[in-house]
């Protein structure tokens, strides 16, 4: 992906700039080259900005000359908030205009900071727009990239192809390396293609479609999958080709499976595209406007289980997050998580290991409590793995708001609603995972798992568990020092 180092020319005597760009996604150089500019008081139309293969426009004549340098009494360059997390994003498009739109949003900032709150403003309207498409394409890449199994001489290594309308690629390195951090992989792409062999990521130019293998027996599970996840009950083939553009259907094994699912029903629609409508909204910013929309979330089938949706409990802000399974029996009463017999023996050990549980966010990975009736009692039953992954999106909510630095999954429930898949509590405890926005994730047993043993055996398990509620305990203080 990169081309050529950055260089800035002052083509014509100090009147107008043409600033190249290393690479298409290089949004550290342009902010650098711009705040430069700024500060020099060059306004954007004497500023041309020229990717990688792109040309010089009419100015960019005579030889290399510096950018101009501002002397110490230059004011500093103003920047909201906002225009940098749009900016952020609005680079990676694949609109050539970008970076020169980007630059007049900035220079206009410097005389009116409130500029991007204007939302009739064409220059606002388009960054947003650009922001959005970008945030959309990458939303398409972590749900359509799909590996396909080859043989190397170092065994298993898995290689997609992905067609990206942007330069998301490099931006997304991150994602898929948590997501498939045991694997060896390459993602191949016309933009760009990243590598991971389980240690390092690295970047090659351009790949062609060629490059990728076209079928393997991995595809017969996804194939599988797909067929089990679409749901009858509610078809509507507009949003589905929506979210799921024909573009990527040739890179999809299941994609084959699609035109019969439509024709064989149409009442039907596809799980994975409620999910992908779900995850292109916007998730809700704050504690109260997640605890609304969960009231009211019919996603799984156990929405209508219990009284009502426990809503986690804590401030924004916590350094510890506690995610447990699912409300109990008390804890659908009273509408507060852990306030059952589990929760009881939760604050125990909590105490025993010198963690204030009041200072803690808890809740858990599914909203509803699922039971059976028994008479008058009401037998708690597991969530499936697919009630658990549904409910994922609210505990990602609650991360993005709440921000723990910690978080301490109880049980192999609560592990597969941060981790997104099922993993063994006696591999994964005793060591911290990193999660995708940095925090470290701490697994440990269930307290319920706990509450039904007896004798030797619970006293094992609860040293255990208060090892590595001690071990969390640590954690955060190292984090505090
Ligand atoms: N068990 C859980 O996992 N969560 C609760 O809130 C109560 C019991």
């Known amino acids: 992906m990169a081309a050529r180092a950055p260089s800035v020319q002052n083509a014509a005597l100090g009147s107008h700039y043409v600033v190249h760009l290393a690479a298409p996604d290089d949004f550290a150089f342009w902010?650098?080259?711009?705040?430069?500019?700024?500060?020099?008081?060059?306004?954007?139309d004497r500023v041309s900005w020229v990717e990688p293969g792109?040309?010089?426009?009419?100015?960019?004549?005579?030889?290399?000359?510096?950018?101009?340098?501002?002397?110490?009494g230059a004011a500093p360059v103003r920047v909201s908030k906002r225009f940098m997390k749009l900016a952020r994003n609005a680079a990676l498009h694949s609109d050539p205009e970008r970076f020169a739109l980007l630059y007049r949003m900035l220079w206009r900032l410097q005389s009116n900071s409130r500029a991007m709150e204007?939302?009739?403003?064409?220059?606002?309207?388009?960054?947003?727009?650009?922001?959005?498409?970008?945030?959309?394409?990458?939303?398409?890449?972590?749900?359509?990239?799909?590996?396909?199994?080859?043989?190397?001489?170092?065994?298993?290594?898995?290689?997609a192809w992905?067609?990206?309308?942007?330069?998301?690629?490099?931006?997304?390195?991150?994602?898929?390396?948590?997501?498939?951090?045991?694997?060896?992989?390459?993602?191949?792409?016309?933009?760009?293609c990243i590598h991971w062999d389980g240690k390092v990521m690295r970047e090659s130019g351009p790949a062609d479609r060629s490059d990728a293998p076209q079928d393997d027996p991995v595809e017969?599970?996804?194939k599988s999958y797909y067929a089990s996840i679409f749901n009858p009950a509610r078809l509507k083939v507009g949003a589905m080709m929506a979210e799921m553009p024909k573009k990527y259907w040739k890179n999809m094994p299941e994609a084959e499976l699609i035109p019969e699912l439509i024709a064989g029903a149409q009442a039907r629609e596809a799980g994975m595209v409620a999910a992908g409508e779900r995850e292109a909204r916007e998730l809700p910013a704050t504690l109260k406007a997640i605890s609304s929309a969960i009231h009211t979330c019919r996603d799984c089938a156990i929405a209508d289980c219990g009284t009502r949706a426990v809503m986690g409990r804590g401030a924004s802000g916590?350094?510890?997050?506690?995610?447990?399974?699912?409300?109990?029996?008390?804890?659908?009463?009273?509408?507060?998580?852990?306030?059952?017999?589990?929760?009881?023996?939760?604050?125990?050990?909590?105490?025993q290991a010198g963690i204030d549980r009041s200072a803690a966010y808890i809740t858990n990975a599914v909203k509803h409590f699922k039971f059976r009736a028994k008479g008058k009692r009401r037998i708690h039953h597991s969530p499936t793995a697919k009630e658990i992954d549904t409910c994922r999106w609210w505990l990602e909510a609650e991360r993005v708001v709440v921000k723990p630095r910690v978080v301490l999954a109880l049980g192999a429930s609560a592990a597969r609603g941060l981790l997104g898949k099922t993993v063994s509590i006696s591999k994964a405890r005793g060591a911290a995972i990193?999660?995708?926005?940095?925090?470290e994730l701490w697994v440990t047993a269930h307290p319920s798992y706990l509450l039904r043993l007896e004798g030797a055996a619970r006293d094992e398990q609860a040293a255990l568990f208060v090892r590595d509620l001690s071990a969390v305990k640590t954690r955060l203080s190292q984090m505090r020092a």
């Not at 792109?54 to 110490?72: C, E, M, N, Q």
């Open 31 to 44: 902010r650098e080259r711009a705040r430069a500019l700024i500060q020099c008081d060059v306004p954007p």
């Open 54 to 72: 792109g040309t010089d426009d009419l100015f960019a004549v005579g030889g290399p000359s510096r950018i101009p340098v501002a002397d110490g």
């Open 118 to 159: 204007d939302k009739a403003d064409a220059d606002v309207r388009r960054i947003e727009e650009l922001d959005k498409s970008v945030r959309r394409d990458s939303h398409k890449m972590h749900a359509f990239v799909r590996f396909r199994e080859v043989e190397t001489d170092d065994g298993e290594y898995y290689v």
């Open 434 to 439: 990193a999660l995708d926005d940095g925090a």
């Open 162 to 192: 992905f067609e990206p309308d942007h330069h998301i690629v490099r931006a997304n390195a991150g994602f898929f390396m948590r997501r498939f951090a045991n694997m060896k992989w390459s993602i191949l792409t016309p933009r760009g």
């Open 318 to 351: 916590a350094a510890l997050m506690i995610v447990g399974e699912q409300p109990g029996d008390q804890e659908d009463v009273q509408g507060l998580p852990f306030v059952g017999p589990a929760g009881q023996l939760l604050d125990q050990y909590l105490a």
């Open 220 to 222: 017969e599970l996804w």
